[in-house]
C-alpha cells in the first residue's frame, strides 16, 4: 500500500494492547543490518494488536510481542534483523499475523523464540530467506508449531524451519510459491549453553 505518511522512531515504541498506525511508514531504529543486539520498532503487550503499519528501512528488530497477539495488516518494505518476535514463555500463547508481507529480507522474517503457536494468514512475501524459524539456540528448548494458511512467496528460500527434536510442528493450506522454495527445513535444536 502507499503510505499516507511518515514517521521517524528515535526509540522503541511501547504499543500496549492497540496500536493502529494508519498506514504511515515508520522507521528509524537499528542500522537495517543483521547485528543482533538491535532494538525493536514497537513492543506489543500479550493480548494486544498492532494493525496497519508499514515499515521500512532502518527497521531494527522489527516487532517484539511479548506474548498472545494479533499483527494485521502490516508491510515490510524491507525487513531488518528480523521483522517480528513470538516471545511468549506460555505454550498456550497464540500469535496471528494477518494479512500484509515482507519484502527484502536477507535472513528471517518471524523469529518464534518462545513457546505456543504461530499462525501466519494471508500473507506474502518477496525477497526473503526464511519466512518463519522457531529458534534453535534459544537457551529454553520450547515445543513452537506454525500454521500457514493462505501464504504467496517470491524469491523466497525457505517456508519454515522447525526443530523437530523439540517436538515442532509446521501446517501448510493455499500455499502458492512464485520460482522455487523448500516448504519446511527440518533441525536439530541445540539450547544456548549446551553447545
Ligand atoms: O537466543 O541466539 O536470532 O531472536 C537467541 C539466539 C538467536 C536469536 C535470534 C533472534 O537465535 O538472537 O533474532
Ligand atoms: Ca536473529
Ligand atoms: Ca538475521
Ligand atoms: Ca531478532
Known amino acids: 500500500p502507499t503510505a499516507t505518511g511518515s514517521v521517524k522512531l528515535t526509540d522503541t515504541m511501547n504499543v500496549g494492547s ?3 498506525g494508519g498506514l504511515k511508514s515508520y522507521y528509524g531504529i537499528g ?3 543483521q547485528g543482533e543486539s538491535q532494538d525493536p520498532m514497537f513492543v506489543v503487550a ?23 497477539c494479533t499483527i494485521r495488516n502490516v508491510w515490510w518494505n524491507d525487513v531488518g ?5 513470538f516471545k511468549s514463555p506460555s505454550s498456550s500463547a497464540r500469535y496471528l499475523v494477518d494479512g500484509g508481507g515482507a519484502k527484502s529480507a536477507s535472513d528471517k522474517v518471524f523469529q518464534h523464540n ?3 503457536t504461530v499462525t501466519i494468514r494471508n500473507f506474502q512475501t518477496n525477497g526473503v530467506g526464511k519466512l518463519y524459524r522457531a529458534c534453535g539456540n534459544c537457551a529454553t528448548s520450547y515445543q513452537r508449531h506454525v500454521v500457514m494458511d493462505g501464504v504467496t512467496v517470491r524469491s523466497t528460500k525457505v517456508l519454515a524451519g522447525i526443530n523437530t527434536n523439540w517436538g515442532d510442528t509446521a501446517r501448510f493450506s493455499r500455499i502458492t510459491v ?6 519446511c527445513d527440518k533441525y536439530k535444536g541445540v539450547p544456548k ?3
Do not use: M
Not at 494488536?49 to 528488530?61: F, K, L, S
Not at 534483523?81 to 518476535?85: F, G, M, N, Q, V
Not at 512464485?178 to 516448504?183: M, V, W
Open 81 to 85: 534483523e528480523d521483522a517480528a518476535t
Open 114 to 116: 518462545g513457546a505456543g
Open 46 to 68: 500479550d493480548g494486544g494488536t498492532i494493525e496497519n503499519v508499514i515499515i521500512d528501512a532502518p527497521a531494527g528488530d522489527g516487532i517484539h510481542c511479548e506474548g498472545s
Open 178 to 183: 512464485y520460482g522455487s522454495a523448500s516448504i
Open 18 to 20: 492497540y496500536f493502529n
Open 31 to 33: 542500522d537495517g543490518g
Open 193 to 195: 549453553g549446551s553447545e
